[in-house]
């Protein structure tokens, strides 16, 4: 993939970047305006280290060369972040560890806009999984719309990306799209 994907979206400019150093700090504020996903996936509201560690962290077995990160702009702010690794957990596979968005960007099609951008430029991908935070409707439903089968409920001591459930957390559901063999 290139380094910046432009997303139509009527009326908004709307890039997909690898993330840079300048994107530090709209990060950490994205994570905090964010933090009811996190309190629904967690327990907990994101803590200090969450945007360092997302350049790392990896589900087990994962090839480090296959992580990628993509900050979503709209309108020249940080609108949201996407975490995924190719080839994982097999050949063909993209696992999605974390697709965020700010409250304020939700809502609009922003959100399936760029999975539909990344999707289209993803080539010989078959498969994309993705979890959800049980009872996160909105999660529910965004995934549903763009194709994904809900599978049942994880338990609730499930990592989250690279981050364990909190006391609090509710478990989470593994969300699965297939796709037919690209070119």
Excluded: I, N
């Excluded at 965020?100 to 951008?117: D, I, Q």
């Amino acid at each position: 993939m290139d380094d910046v994907l432009s997303v139509d979206v009527p009326g908004e400019r709307v890039v997909v970047r690898e993330p840079g150093p300048r994107d530090e700090g709209p990060l950490l504020t994205l994570f905090e305006e964010c933090e009811d996903w996190f309190v629904a996936a967690t327990g907990l509201p994101s803590g200090p280290g969450d945007v360092q560690s997302l350049f790392y962290a990896l589900p087990e077995g994962a090839d480090p060369d296959a992580k990628t990160l993509w900050v979503v702009e709209r309108d020249g702010l940080v609108a949201g972040l996407v975490d995924a690794v190719r080839d994982h957990p097999e050949p063909g596979a993209v696992a999605v560890g974390l697709f965020l968005l700010a409250p304020w960007a939700r809502g609009r099609g922003l959100g399936r806009a760029v999975a539909e951008a990344l999707l289209a430029r993803a080539g010989g991908v078959t498969r994309v999984t993705a979890t959800v935070p049980c009872g996160w409707r909105s999660g529910e439903g965004f995934v549903e719309r763009l194709g994904f089968t809900l599978e049942d409920v994880s338990a609730p001591s499930a990592a989250v990306g690279d981050r364990r459930a909190g006391p609090r957390g509710g478990g989470l559901r593994r969300a699965v799209l297939r796709l037919g063999p690209r070119s």
